[in-house]
C-alpha cells in the first residue's frame, strides 16, 4: 500500500538556519504531494503542494520538489524563524477514489532565538 | 466563512460511554474524513465520505460509525469508549478530487478512562 516515510524528530535550530526536513513515499501510480504544517494547539494547515513530477510547490519560504525517481518531496527553508517552530507533516493523496490524505508520522520543529 | 468546526474542543469519557463528535464545513465541499491522531504516530484515517448518504471506512474504522444525511455534517459516533480511543480527532473535508487540499477543522480531544 501506499505510505510516507519522513525525517524522525525533534529538529532543533537556530533561528536564520537552513532547514531540511526529508521524505519519501511508495505509491502506485502518481499521486499529489503535500507538506502540512501544525501549530500547537491547532488543525492542520497546507504549507505547500505538487501534483505532478518535478513541479516545485512554495510557500512562506518554505520550498518542496516533487521528484519521481527518488519518491521524495523533501522540504527546505533558507533562513528558518521562531515562528516556524511547530509539527510538519508530509502526504500523499491515495488515488483510489477517496482522495484520503496518508501521512508521514511528522516531524517536530523547534527554533531558537 | 468558518470552514470546518468541530464540537466539543474537549471531552472526557468514562468506559463504555458513547457520544458523538460533531463536524460541519460551510464550503459545500463533497469529500469529508475524520482522522486520529496519536503521539508520534501522524494521522490515521478512520471513515470517510464522497458525498451525501456516502460513507466508506478508512484504516482505523473499529469502534466508530458515521453517517452523512446533508453534505455540510459528517458526525462521528464512538460506541462502547475504550480507552485505545484516547486521541485528538480531526475532521477535514476537500472540495474534489485531483491534488485538492484538505480544509482541517480545530480538533477534538477525548480522553477515556
Known amino acids: 500500500g501506499n505510505s510516507v516515510t519522513q525525517m524522525e524528530g525533534p529538529v532543533t535550530l537556530s533561528e536564520e538556519a537552513f532547514l531540511t526536513i526529508n521524505c519519501t513515499y511508495t505509491a502506485t501510480g502518481y499521486p499529489s504531494l503535500f507538506w502540512y504544517v501544525q501549530y500547537p494547539g491547532e488543525g492542520l494547515q497546507l504549507l505547500l503542494k505538487a501534483t505532478k513530477a518535478d513541479d516545485k510547490g512554495s510557500n512562506k519560504g518554505f520550498e518542496a520538489t516533487y521528484r519521481k525517481e527518488t519518491t521524495s518531496f523533501h522540504l527546505e527553508k533558507g533562513s528558518v524563524q521562531v515562528s516556524d517552530s511547530a509539527v510538519y507533516f508530509c502526504a500523499l493523496s491515495d488515488l483510489g477514489g477517496s482522495e484520503k490524505l496518508v501521512f508521514g508520522k511528522g516531524t517536530k520543529l523547534t527554533v531558537n532565538p | 466563512n468558518a470552514g470546518v468546526t468541530q464540537t466539543p474542543k474537549f471531552r472526557i469519557l468514562k468506559i463504555g460511554q458513547s457520544m458523538t463528535l460533531q463536524c460541519t464545513q460551510d464550503?459545500?465541499?463533497?469529500?469529508m474524513y475524520w482522522y486520529r491522531q496519536d503521539p508520534g504516530m501522524g494521522l490515521k484515517l478512520i471513515y470517510y465520505?464522497?458525498?451525501?448518504?456516502?460513507?466508506d471506512k478508512g484504516e482505523v474504522p473499529n469502534g466508530y460509525n458515521v453517517s452523512r444525511s446533508t453534505t455540510e455534517d459528517f458526525p462521528l459516533r464512538l460506541e462502547l469508549a475504550a480507552p485505545s480511543q484516547t486521541s485528538v480527532y480531526f475532521c477535514a473535508s476537500s472540495p474534489d478530487r485531483g491534488g485538492y487540499e484538505q480544509y482541517f477543522g480545530p480538533g477534538t480531544r477525548l480522553t477515556v478512562t
Open positions: 464550503m459545500n465541499h463533497n469529500y
Open positions: 465520505s464522497v458525498g451525501a448518504g456516502i460513507t
